[in-house]
């Protein structure tokens, strides 16, 4: 009889685990939004386009040792591109299609890898983003990069990991907003 009772916990161990990986998101999703404040004034009509150019489009990726689990982001250079407008006009620049000053984000590289293990685990978030400015002949060309690091005892929170991107993202987005280089070739075009 315990036999019995011994085979029936683990049986029940078994699709407690196997139901709790069943649970987890099959999408990752995102919403960064403009956290900074205005860093410089533009004064110039933009036209923006993000462009998503990774080899790998996973936003999450989960690992437990044998097995990997990918997740994807929908829209993802729409979230960006929304990202990018608020800060843009945030600091004082008009952001349209017919605009002089022609702004392409490029998405190098823009994930978390998730290491389960069975006692905790680590999530490592990367970014690259390479922007591009031209304007009259003249181009604006820098890659920024960021990476940040958790860990947590036993299994992942999904909106942890999404969060720890959202931050990512908005915190590369106010340096790129915030940086000299770029503020000067921009200063370059203003009316």
């Known amino acids: 009889m315990s036999n019995t009772v011994i085979r029936l916990f683990l049986l029940s161990a078994a699709l407690v685990t196997v139901s709790g990986c069943a649970n987890r998101a099959a999408e990752a999703i995102l919403d960064p939004q403009y956290q900074g404040g205005q860093y410089h004034q533009f004064n110039q009509t933009v036209s923006l386009q993000v462009n998503d150019q990774r080899a790998n489009k996973a936003t999450v990726i989960v690992s437990d040792g044998e097995h990997s689990q990918q997740q994807l982001t929908q829209g993802l250079d729409s979230k960006l591109t929304r990202v990018f407008e608020q800060g843009l006009q945030r600091n004082g620049a008009q952001v349209s299609a017919m605009g002089a000053t022609h ?8 994930h978390a890898h998730v290491e389960q293990n069975t006692v905790d685990h680590n999530s490592t978030a990367k970014i690259a983003l390479q922007v591009f400015v031209q304007r ?4 604006f060309n820098k890659m920024y990069n960021g990476q940040s690091q958790f860990s947590g005892p036993f299994g992942y929170d999904q909106a942890k990991v999404e969060a720890q991107l959202n931050k990512q993202i908005e915190q590369l987005v106010i340096r790129i907003m915030n940086d000299p280089e770029l503020n000067n070739y921009m200063q370059k075009g203003a009316s």
């Open 103 to 110: 702004i392409r984000i490029a998405i190098h590289d823009l």
């Open 136 to 139: 009259n002949g003249s181009q």
